[in-house]
């Protein structure tokens, strides 16, 4: 671990459990200060410790972009932090399940709005990823989306705190972002379907879902969780993609729930 991480930690020091929380894409451990002060986790003897994914914030990347390494790092992270129990947001979703899959963790894992497919992820992101490819028109472009986050994402969070969410979004590289990205892409084209990773790990898995979420699940991977033993769908209603910020405290409560499974 670089002494550099963003790390963030709440929950009694003697918890019978610990979850380690991975922020999504571009985002930091403010995205999970909602959930964190959500009573339920320390009340059921849960303590939470989120760290951002490195290189998202302007941490220190490294050198190694591929989802792969990001969950040995985390796996070795969660080790040391003692945690049983990891929860992932959207492209920390993916590193969690990668995680166990990778052989770096056995513990049970919360999914929450993960990509199973290169099908299933936002259009906007693989234009990107398109553009990101250009060598005159790549870097400029992920320049100016960077610059217009706020305002592009001010109207899909909480009011209260969409000023500090929308900041913590824009304080990101762009030559960063563009390059870890492809890099994502590239993990996706490796495995043109996760639900089969998903389904060898052999965890308890919860798939955790927002009513109108803007990532994709087709119907053939919804059927297939459905077979995978261990796995439970959560739907949450009145909340999208960022259902940690929207509905804390029904995320909080699945948490919990997977906790005790940890047992």
Known sequence: MDESWDIRRSGPADAAHRALL???GMCTTEFYADLMAEPGPAAAGVALVAVTLPGFGRTPPPEDL???NYARLMGEFAAAEGCDLVVGHSLGANVALEMVAGGHF???LVLLSPTFSRADEATFLTIMDQVGRLPALGPMAWSAM???MPTLMKHELPPARADALAADLANNDPEF?????HRYYAYLDRYPSLVPRLSECGVPAWVVRGDHDEIGLRDVERRALHLIPGVT????PEAGHLLLVEQPARVADVVVEAARSAS
């Open 146 to 148: 960077m610059k217009a």
């Open 22 to 24: 991975l922020p999504g």
């Open 177 to 181: 972002c563009r390059r870890l990205v």
């Open 66 to 68: 591929d989802l792969e």
């Open 233 to 236: 769908l959560v739907t949450v």
């Open 106 to 108: 056995s513990g049970p």
